[in-house]
Nanobody, 126 residues
Framework: QVKLVESGGGLVQPGGSLRLSCAAS????????IGWFRQAPGKGREGVSC????????NYANSVKGRFTISRDNAKSMVYLQMTDLKPEDTAVYYC???????????????????WGQGTQVTVSS
């Protein structure tokens, strides 16, 4: 059974950093685009970043450009989201998701993604 498990969330002060990890099991990660999404209390799910199966042309939401970096290690079946200069508005539950569409590049539309992890909480507060 396809499984994605996020880790690395926690409480951090504004300006701090966190690295989220997404571990994939029971499927070949390099066949999938991987996206990171987040959902804050009372808000809809927002696409944060994604990386294509080949690792080229990562995509970022404008709100995180220059602060977040996505990467993947297919050999380890892992995808990472390095988050720096965190702001209180980054507080949310963060999810990773897998998309097996045949397109060459990934997108930030959650409807494209078939498999989802359970999420990890990120709280940015002083």
């Amino acid at each position: 059974q396809v499984k994605l498990v996020e880790s690395g969330g926690g409480l951090v002060q504004p300006g701090g950093s966190l690295r989220l990890s997404c571990a994939a099991s029971a499927f070949t990660l390099d066949n999938y685009h991987i996206g990171w999404f987040r959902q804050a209390p009372g808000k809809g799910r927002e696409g944060v970043s994604c990386i294509s199966r080949s690792g080229i042309r990562p995509n970022y939401a404008n709100s995180v450009k220059g602060r977040f970096t996505i990467s993947r290690d297919n050999a380890k079946s892992m995808v990472y989201l390095q988050m720096t200069d965190l702001k209180p508005e980054d507080t949310a539950v963060y999810y990773c998701a897998a998309d097996r569409s045949p397109f060459s590049f990934c997108g930030l539309d959650s409807d494209q993604y078939e498999y989802w992890g359970q999420g990890t909480q990120v709280t940015v507060s002083s």
